[in-house]
């Protein structure tokens, strides 16, 4: 999705007024339940589904599984009314809406402020040409990861470049988050690390000037920690555990049951006893994530990046590592 094809809007709650909706859809794969949130006016309305719903749902304190409970018990007339009454009684006076046309894809506070995907990729690209550092950049989800492979920067492990990670998710939950890592020259696959500090957060109610300075701070400051990370890395392939084991593992990956069944495929016909290919199995699927199968007869075409991220994290893997 084009960044020109959004807008930012912000709307006043004593103008506006929530009602639950839900619409069979009629598609190739067959019929399906469109449940959406709409917040209309005079004169506009606006449709939230998926997050956007769960965000507002969560200004208005009200867990969305409260909340879709309410609607599976007592249907969704009961669900407008909730909603209304909390809409005037709690949360915030005004919102900001990020929208595509009549779709929300973010609701915030008014305070949020939204970082272009460009800014960020073009902080981190100055700082690194003026470190003489040559490298290579990968952009996956519409801009909201990066990876950028320092081609000319020394490794401690043969095989293994180092590189360095953003994500930029835009949707006012999360952080900017930068992290190192490394990219596995045989397959390509990232990894990243949270150890030893490496993971800083910027949030998103900075002005761009004061944003942009802190970011060439932090890819300083990763610059000098880049180097050592892949010996993390290369520390699990000295740690054994039988194939059977590794499955087992598998099952307890905090990641939804089809990403697990996803990594299952590649332990059983790529293993080589360590936990490293345990490892490979899940940054392959991280790295990969647009092509796992979610259903029988499609692929994923709207896949959460937070998968990407957290599958490509070493950290995904710390609370199942036995050291002996």
């Not at 740690?239 to 990403?259: C, F, G, N, Q, R």
């Not at 490979?280 to 699927?285: C, G, L, Q, R």
């Not at 990969?288 to 499609?298: A, D, I, S, Y």
Request: one cysteine or more; charged letters at 30%.
């Amino acid at each position: 999705m084009k960044q020109d094809t959004l807008k930012e809007l912000v709307i006043s709650k004593d103008k506006f007024d929530p009602r639950y909706v839900e619409e069979i859809v009629h598609t190739q794969y067959g019929d399906r339940k469109d449940k959406k949130v709409l917040l209309g006016s005079t004169n506009n309305t606006y449709v939230c589904r998926g997050k956007a719903i769960s965000k507002l749902c969560s200004y208005l304190g009200l867990k969305r599984r409260q909340f879709n409970k309410i609607v599976k018990d007592s249907g969704v007339t009961e669900a407008t009314n909730t909603l209304t009454q909390k809409w005037k009684a709690e949360g915030l006076d005004n919102y900001k809406l990020l929208l595509h046309q009549d779709t929300v894809l973010r609701i915030t506070s008014i305070e949020y402020i939204g970082v272009p995907h460009s800014v960020v990729q073009s902080e981190i690209e100055t700082r690194l040409k003026a470190e003489g550092i040559t490298f290579e950049k990968v952009i996956k989800h519409n801009g909201s990861i990066g990876f950028y492979q320092l081609k000319n920067q020394r490794s401690v492990v043969e095989g293994i470049v180092p590189t360095i990670h953003y994500y930029n998710k835009n949707s006012g939950d999360k952080s900017i988050r930068f992290n190192c890592g490394g990219m596995v020259l045989l397959c390509s696959n990232g990894m990243m690390s949270d150890s030893g500090g490496i993971k800083i957060r910027l949030i998103h109610r900075m002005d761009l000037k004061d944003l942009r300075k802190k970011i060439n701070d932090i890819i300083g400051s990763l610059l000098e920690k880049v180097e050592q990370i892949p010996v993390e890395f290369e520390r699990l392939k000295k740690l054994k555990l039988s194939k059977e084991d590794a499955l087992k593992k598998v099952e307890e990956l905090k990641i939804p049951k089809y990403l697990q069944q996803a990594v299952r495929r590649h332990v059983e016909e790529n293993f080589d006893g360590s936990y490293w290919s345990l490892f490979m199995a899940s940054t392959y699927v991280g790295t990969h994530l647009e092509q796992v199968p979610k259903g029988k007869k499609k692929i994923m075409k709207d896949v959460s990046e937070d998968h990407s991220v957290q599958m490509q994290n070493i950290s995904l893997l710390a609370p199942l590592i036995q050291v002996k």
